[in-house]
């Protein structure tokens, strides 16, 4: 009895030890990680590149063959942020992980002193270079997200710009006179109306005719209203 009391203590603390030597290889989870994170940065702007946190070596995680790796959503893909890794074995753990994604690249800055309500031109313009994932969110890297627009703030010269700092110009103004075209299967009327809202190009305004009936219409970019039937 006393041998069989023996041999059972030794199993247990056997297994006890095998369990406690179990731990998740730390290289596979950055395999997986560095995979994942090559396919997120490469819709990014400018050149990108990532550093990926220490995973502890005495992790105590049971050993895994399979990893899922996400990130949080509505995450910024860039800057300092963290992956989650979740071992696709049945009853598996979950691991976060903190990353680093830069992004090198060139961004938008007011080229001079600019007024509120001042449209930008390509001349009010410059590029400035640096890690993107450093900005403020919304910076502005293409020149076509800025000119066109109004700002919606005096900035000084050398201010990056930031997708809030603009507003879309007004193509239509309210209570200003208006050409209306109306277009269906066969035909295009033009009419007068005036505008009932303001409207920047694309946008639904309201213009009521001469005749008094009010349509719906969509703004373009020459100030004209068009209704499709």
Same mark, same amino acid.
């Given at each position: 009895? &006393?041998?069989?009391?023996?041999?059972?203590?030794?199993?247990?603390?056997?297994? +006890?030890t +095998?369990?406690?030597?179990?731990?998740?290889d730390?290289?596979?989870?950055?395999?997986?990680?560095?995979?994942?994170l &090559?396919?997120?940065?490469?819709? *990014?702007? $400018?050149l990108?590149?990532?550093?990926i946190?220490a #995973?502890a070596?005495?992790?105590q *995680?049971?050993?895994?063959?399979?990893?899922?790796?996400?990130?949080?959503?509505?995450?910024r893909?860039?800057? &300092?942020?963290?992956?989650? /890794?979740?071992?696709?074995?049945? $009853?598996?753990?979950?691991?976060?992980v903190?990353?680093?994604i830069?992004?090198?690249?060139?961004?938008l800055?007011? +080229? &001079?002193?600019m007024?509120?309500?001042?449209?930008?031109?390509?001349?009010?313009?410059?590029?400035q270079?640096?890690?993107?994932?450093?900005?403020?969110?919304?910076?502005?890297?293409?020149p076509?997200?800025?000119?066109?627009?109004?700002?919606?703030?005096? *900035?000084?010269?050398?201010?990056?710009l930031? $997708?809030?700092?603009?507003?879309?110009?007004?193509?239509?103004?309210?209570?200003?006179?208006v050409?209306?075209?109306?277009? $269906?299967?066969?035909?295009?009327?033009a009419?007068?109306?005036?505008?009932?809202?303001?409207?920047?190009?694309?946008?639904?305004?309201q /213009?009521r005719?001469?005749n008094?009936?009010? #349509?719906s219409?969509?703004?373009?970019?020459?100030?004209? #209203?068009? #209704?499709?039937?």
């Open positions: 009895m &006393r041998t069989l009391r023996l041999l059972f203590v030794f199993l247990a603390f056997a297994s +006890a +095998a369990n406690t030597l179990a731990r998740q730390p290289a596979p989870v950055k395999r997986a990680i560095e995979n994942f &090559r396919v997120q940065i490469k819709g *990014l702007p $400018g990108a590149s990532f550093s946190g #995973v070596p005495d992790n *995680l049971v050993p895994c063959a399979s990893f899922d790796v996400t990130m949080p959503a509505g995450a893909p860039w800057g &300092r942020t963290q992956v989650t /890794v979740r071992c696709q074995a049945e $009853g598996g753990w979950s691991l976060f903190p990353v680093h830069k992004v090198s690249g060139n961004y800055v007011t +080229a &001079r002193p007024a509120q309500g001042q449209m930008l031109q390509e001349s009010d313009l410059a590029r270079s640096g890690d993107l994932s450093e900005m403020p969110a919304g910076i502005i890297t293409d076509t997200q800025a000119i066109g627009r109004t700002l919606a703030m005096p *900035l000084p010269a050398g201010r990056p930031r $997708g809030d700092m603009l507003r879309q110009t007004m193509v239509v103004l309210q209570n200003q006179s050409k209306v075209i109306a277009e $269906g299967s066969g035909f295009s009327v009419n007068e109306g005036r505008a009932l809202t303001n409207a920047a190009e694309g946008q639904v305004v /213009v005719l001469s008094g009936q009010v #349509v219409g969509i703004a373009r970019a020459d100030g004209t #209203v068009e #209704v499709k039937y």
